[in-house]
């Protein structure tokens, strides 16, 4: 029986009865791309109890709630720690399946939401508005497109310590839809940061932002359809109003907000933005393939992490201009093996 000395997650595996234990203060965060570049969640703080309806360059997609209400962009917490534990494994080389069995202390250590016996209430209707909300969609993952209709999560269960009703332990079964982005790897690290965002549309955006920038200096889009990005309900005039307040205080991790003419709003490296929008030093983007041969030096290593370290690196040497990036990188992997 598997034992967790220092918290992390059960991946439950297809086969031999073993179990992953991923340590939740190494997790690399990772969001499936498919809610990251579609509105799935509600960014009301209310129940909303809205049917939501989106298309856009040929995905359709329909969000039916529950009595509960629609799952939250905080509620996505959940969905986005299952996903790392279950990177982790498969990146250890590891089998897993679409049920996880976590800590629920560690769960919302994770996510930054305390531990507090209200903390725990909160986690139990995050799973109901998750198992209850109902999707539609024609969104590819994994390469497949298919229509379908599923909940976000298939089914969950808590099971809670006999003296004082506190919840100790969770299982959370992944909708197949989900499970086959994960194992398919279309997903992103997420910047550790985004747990402490705490206003529902700056996730967002950040998720866009990361979605649309992460493989680019820049990235500008109209405010008109950023909001239809977003799943924002509120009127352009007013998600116009807090756009601009997001651009006054810069929240989100990595990135920096500008307005720019034609009601349009440009997104950037903020590492690599300098006084009148002049870059001096473009952050170097690396090929696929050029991950896919640091993958195969360091079989079961995140290659993205990896990715990131060396970024850091780059960084904090002066963000000297590179002329073959892709070189570079391999050779710091390299030297990493010894």
């Given amino acids: 029986m598997a034992v967790v000395t220092r918290g992390g997650a ?7 009865g073993a179990f992953f234990l991923c340590d939740i203060f190494d997790t690399i965060p990772k969001n499936d791309l498919a809610s990251m570049e579609h509105p799935l969640f509600s960014l009301a703080t209310r129940p909303d109890r809205r049917i939501l309806s989106y298309e856009h360059n040929g995905a359709e997609i329909t969000v ?33 399946s679409r049920t996880l069995h976590l800590k629920a202390h560690d769960l919302l250590m994770a996510t930054n939401r305390g531990t507090s016996g209200d903390a ?4 139990r209707e995050a799973f109901e508005r998750l198992a209850g909300t109902r999707i539609t969609t024609n969104i590819i993952t994994g390469g497949q497109e298919v229509t379908t209709g599923f909940g976000l999560i298939e089914s969950w269960e808590i099971a809670r310590k006999a003296r004082g009703g506190r919840m100790i332990n ?3 079964t992944l909708s197949e839809w989900l499970y086959r982005a994960v194992l398919s790897k279309s997903v ?15 996730r967002r955006i ?14 500008t889009v109209s405010v ?8 924002s309900a509120s009127p352009r005039r007013v998600f116009r109003k807090m756009i601009r307040e997001m651009i006054e205080t810069q929240p989100l991790p990595d990135y920096a907000m500008e307005e720019l003419p034609g009601d349009r709003i440009c997104f950037s490296q903020k590492n690599a933005v ?35 370290d060396w970024l850091a690196m780059w960084q904090s040497s002066g963000s000297p201009r590179l002329r073959q990036a892709d070189a570079a990188f391999l050779g710091w992997v390299k030297k990493r093996l010894g």
């Fill in 206 to 219: 950040y998720e866009l932002t990361r979605k649309h920038c992460g493989r680019q200096p820049s990235w």
């Fill in 188 to 202: 992103l690290t997420l910047s550790r940061e985004y747990f402490r965002l705490r206003k529902p549309l700056e």
């Fill in 120 to 123: 725990y209430r909160r986690l």
């Fill in 64 to 96: 039916v709630p529950s009595v509960k209400g629609l799952a939250t962009i905080h509620d996505k917490d959940i969905l986005i720690f299952c996903v790392s534990q279950l990177m982790a494994a498969i990146n250890a080389g590891r089998q897993v």
């Fill in 224 to 231: 008109e359809t950023l909001l239809k990005k977003s799943g």
């Fill in 274 to 308: 300098v006084e009148a929008g002049t870059v001096l030093a473009a952050r170097p983007h690396l090929k696929p393939e050029t991950l896919e041969t640091a993958r195969s030096m360091m079989p079961g290593a995140d290659v993205y992490a990896l990715e990131a």
């Fill in 170 to 172: 969770v299982s959370v």
């Fill in 10 to 16: 059960e991946v439950a595996p297809d086969g031999d």
